[in-house]
């Protein structure tokens, strides 16, 4: 069984960073491409970025390149998600997802909550 647990969240004003951590139990971290989405208040959950299994790349949401940086530590099982220059647009719960053999988003954290104040 494999399970995600995301922590970190929190409240922060404008210009303000966290970092959320996403911990992967039950199977190696390096068996998967790992994804980061978000649901804001009323929309959808949407793709925030990716990062694939040896973290030789990254792809992220327009809306936030150059802000936000996904990293992992595979001998930690730790997958990372570093914001910086937060904005109240990105309040949302945020949720990591490991993408199995088939390429789907498979696997899902609980989500944290990340409020970001004007």
């Known amino acids: 069984q494999v399970q995600l647990v995301e922590s970190g969240g929190g409240s922060v004003p404008a210009g303000g960073s966290l970092r959320l951590s996403c911990v992967v139990s039950?199977?190696?971290?390096?068996?998967?491409?790992m994804g980061w989405f978000r649901r804001a208040p009323g929309k959808e959950r949407g793709y925030v970025g990716s990062?694939?299994?040896?973290?030789?790349?990254?792809v992220y949401t327009d809306s936030v390149k150059g802000r936000f940086t996904i990293s992992r530590d595979n001998a930690k099982n730790t997958v990372y998600l570093q914001m910086n220059s937060l904005k109240p647009e990105d309040t949302a719960v945020y949720y990591c997802?490991?993408?199995?053999?088939?390429?789907?988003?498979?696997?899902w954290g609980q989500g944290t909550q990340v409020t970001v104040s004007s």
């Open positions: 039950g199977r190696t971290l390096s068996s998967y491409e």
């Open positions: 990062i694939a299994r040896n973290g030789d790349y990254t």
């Open positions: 997802a490991a993408a199995g053999s088939t390429g789907g988003y498979a696997y």
